[in-house]
């Protein structure tokens, strides 16, 4: 079983999202130990990209931060080689293909796997693309993560059926964000996935901001994916963060248990 | 040529979001429907004819000839369509096919604004809903286009995201198409973003050199040497080459927007300067450093001020069928004043950059020789910038 499955074992698991290098790297291993002490069970890690079209402007924000403060690919390499030191909760990338592509897929894909990470999420690269990554993926043991949407329909089982890692089901229509209604019916999504692939985890992201909210979803999935609320607290608190981002952590946390 | 299903060479492709799949694939199934449809090709041939005032001219430019010395130089007269450029082609295109979906609403990115107004003029036509994109800065740079958007009943949204000009456009009508898709149809202005896109709006922009083809024979007896055009995204390049891809004699040549300076930062050349990637749903040449991270471009025109290029120009580019040159603001408001003295024709400053290679070009070429440049639109819309560029200061 891979590290990212094992996140999901017996437990509702709860995976945050943070941008690396908002507002600076040294930030970001502080935050990432301070939400793996408080529960998180998978964290991603953003590289950030200057157009992020998938993005909300809270993500989008953090992005500019990020890379305004010099924030390069070969820098967050050699944080998650520190971070790596003291945090063994399994890690996924999650960034923009050009990023990878332009790196090196290879490159970029051998390098994260010997730093110790776990996976890989391109959120502009669909099913029908994947093959440009995904081998190279599998081949240095990283976990491709393929998203399902609320638009996918009658592509969940061709995507389910050839899904690594966990699933990523986007819980609304258009792009990252806090919402407060998720209208879309992802118990529906989660069981289409399920029929043709019954052990791969599903997690839910997009919109999931409260105890609340991340409670009722984990009644329909494996584990619940939570970015810009999080996101914003580093806006708000910069250098200050890591109380109250370890605080909204364990608090959601709680409500999958 | 193409190996993979909207590939060019290794260009194109679908790098998107999941959400928006099922909405190009609904989208290529649809074309593939229609585009062989008498009763739509009927339908837009009549708007082409009767609403936008196709065929366009095609016209001796018999002073600037005299004046350059050497081959004979025909403009395309893409400027006279209504709208006051080629953009109203592809426009007319996606809106009859996005109202033959069932669609009721287009959303649409614009760097100038030529785009956006004839997005605007298409849904005040056809009775849609519209929303514009547009860069906060090129709403500043293009203000009177903005406000021909909105008495054409459309809503215009200022993007400041970015660096606020046409890739922040994009990349805000991708977001919104993402969050709206039932009734929405985003009516993308170039050749460019995921497929079927750059494989549609070629399509509609090549009636461009299906024209020039016949005018040329009809006017001349023989096919040109070389047919010119400016490349931002290539819409209307790719429209005036198509018909002529396979005619190998004739020399295609792309005109990309230098800026400063293709050795400054301050350029949007991007096959010049630009490097392999993938970005706003496709693989090509995009401006960008190292790190792949997109590069902040500049051009004095707004319709050319985009860091990547169309995968098809890409591709013609990797296989040496088409070249693009480049071109500064500076050689381009040269050209933008030429063409206006020599030949009382205001060109836009984005077609005025093929103006420039023209005027290099032709000295160079024998009397016997013929030359096409595509005058993708007028240029009303940028007498007060470059009036300003040239220390004036009058406003709109």
């Given amino acids: ?257 | 040529m193409e190996e993979r299903k909207g590939r060019f060479g290794v260009h194109g492709g679908q790098y998107i979001p999941e959400t928006l799949m099922n909405a190009v694939i609904e989208l290529e199934k649809a074309y593939n429907h229609y585009k062989d449809d008498p009763e739509f090709n009927r339908e837009l041939t009549e708007l082409f004819n009767d609403y936008a005032g196709r065929p366009s001219r095609l016209y001796y430019a018999g002073k600037m000839t005299a004046d350059l010395g050497g081959a004979k130089i025909y403009l395309k007269r893409e400027d006279l369509n209504h709208t006051g450029s080629h953009k109203i082609n592809n426009v007319l295109g996606q809106a009859l096919l996005a109202k033959k979906m069932g669609k009721t609403r287009l959303i649409a990115e614009t760097g100038a604004g030529q785009h956006g107004v004839a997005t605007a003029t298409a849904a005040a036509l056809l009775g849609m809903e519209c929303v514009v994109f547009m860069g906060k800065e090129d709403t500043e740079r293009q203000a009177l286009n903005v406000y021909r958007m909105r008495l054409l009943g459309s809503t215009v949204i200022p993007v400041t995201s970015g660096t606020a000009t046409l890739k922040d456009a994009v990349s805000e009508a991708m977001r919104e198409w993402t969050n709206r898709i039932d009734d929405t149809h985003y009516c993308l202005g170039s050749v460019m973003g995921p497929h079927p896109f750059p494989t549609i709006v070629r399509d509609f922009q090549s009636v461009i050199s299906k024209e020039i083809k016949e005018q040329i024979l009809e006017k001349e007896g023989k096919l040109p040497d070389a047919v010119v055009a400016c490349v931002g995204g290539g819409s209307n390049a790719i429209g005036a080459f198509c018909h002529f891809i396979e005619d190998k004699d004739v020399r295609l040549i792309g005109c990309e927007a230098a800026g400063r300076g293709i050795d400054t930062f301050e350029t949007a050349a991007t096959i010049n300067t630009g490097k392999l990637g993938i970005f706003h749903g496709m693989k090509s040449y995009f401006c960008q450093d190292e790190y792949g991270q997109i590069a902040p471009v500049y051009s004095i025109s707004a319709g050319l001020d985009y860091p990547g290029i169309g995968p098809e120009h890409a591709w013609l580019h990797d296989t040496g069928r088409a070249e693009y040159v480049a071109i500064t603001d500076d050689e381009a408001v040269n050209a933008f004043e030429y063409l206006s003295r020599t030949e009382g024709i205001i060109p836009a400053i984005e077609s005025a950059h093929a103006i420039a290679e023209v005027m290099k070009l032709a000295p160079t070429m024998d009397k016997d020789q013929i030359i096409v440049v595509n005058i993708s639109g007028r240029g009303d819309k940028d007498c007060a910038a470059i009036a300003r560029y040239r220390g004036e200061n009058i406003h709109e």
């Fill in chain 1, 1 to 257: 079983m891979s590290k990212i499955k094992s996140a999901f074992e017996n437990k509702k698991a709860f995976i945050p999202f943070i941008t690396c290098g908002d507002p600076s790297l040294d930030m970001t291993k502080k935050l990432v130990k301070a939400m793996a002490e408080n529960g998180a069970d998978l964290i991603e890690l953003g590289i950030p990209f200057s157009d992020p079209t998938a993005e909300g402007p809270v993500i989008q924000t953090a992005s500019l931060r990020a890379l305004t403060a010099g924030t390069t690919t070969d820098k967050i390499f050699d944080m998650v080689r520190e971070i790596r030191k003291e945090v063994s909760v399994p890690m996924v990338f999650m960034t923009y293909a050009n990023v990878v592509y332009s790196y090196g897929i290879e490159k970029f894909v051998k390098t994260a796997a010997e730093i110790g990470m776990d996976g890989l999420i391109l959120p502009d690269v669909p099913f029908e693309e994947k093959e440009e990554f995904a081998p190279t993926c599998r081949q240095y043991g990283l976990d491709f993560i393929s998203l399902i949407a609320p638009t996918s329909n009658d592509r969940i089982a061709m995507i389910a059926k050839k899904a690594e890692g966990f699933v990523y089901c986007v819980s609304s229509l258009g792009v990252t964000g806090v919402r407060t209604n998720i209208t879309t019916d992802v118990g529906a999504m989660v069981e289409q996935v399920k029929k043709v692939n019954p052990t791969i985890p599903c997690a839910i992201g997009f919109g999931i901001s409260t105890p609340e909210q991340a409670g009722n979803m984990a009644k329909y999935a494996d584990g619940v994916i939570v970015g810009s609320a999080i996101v914003r607290r580093i806006g708000e608190f910069g250098d200050k963060a890591e109380i109250p981002v370890a605080q909204y952590v364990s608090e959601m946390k709680n409500a999958l248990k």
